[in-house]
Nanobody, 114 residues
Framework: VQLQASGGGSVQVGGSLRLSCAAS??????????MGWYRQAPGKEREFVAD???????NYADFVKGRFTISRDNVKRRVYLQMNGLKPEDTAVYYC???????WGQGTQVTVSS
């Protein structure tokens, strides 16, 4: 199982980014079961951001509700995180995760400057 995250970058406050996670070696049922995004800021523990489960049910951390949207493309085996209204506190390395396989991507850096 490989998870390749991309789409990070540097933006100013209020900007937007779209992260993408490409999953390979993942069977469809496992992919649709639960895929998530987490983040880790310098000096802090990794924290949950959002996930998407079977039937398309989504869950978000309170600090991103209304700003971030998780989605997926089952055919392409990709999970996306649309991030709008970015704040400096969103600066972190963002990781995608397959819960079924307990696998993590390599992370993509997001930096938000004021």
């Amino acid at each position: 199982v490989q998870l390749q995250a991309s789409g990070g970058g540097s933006v100013q406050v209020g900007g937007s980014l779209r992260l993408s996670c490409a999953a390979s070696g993942v069977i469809l049922s496992a992919f649709t079961s639960n895929m998530g995004w987490y983040r880790q800021a310098p000096g802090k523990e990794r924290e949950f951001v959002a996930d998407i489960r079977d039937s398309g049910v989504t869950n978000y951390a309170d600090f991103v509700k209304g700003r971030f949207t998780i989605s997926r493309d089952n055919v392409k085996r990709r999970v996306y995180l649309q991030m709008n209204g970015l704040k400096p506190e969103d600066t972190a390395v963002y990781y995608c995760r397959s819960t079924v396989y307990d696998a993590w991507g390599q992370g993509t850096q997001v930096t938000v400057s004021s």
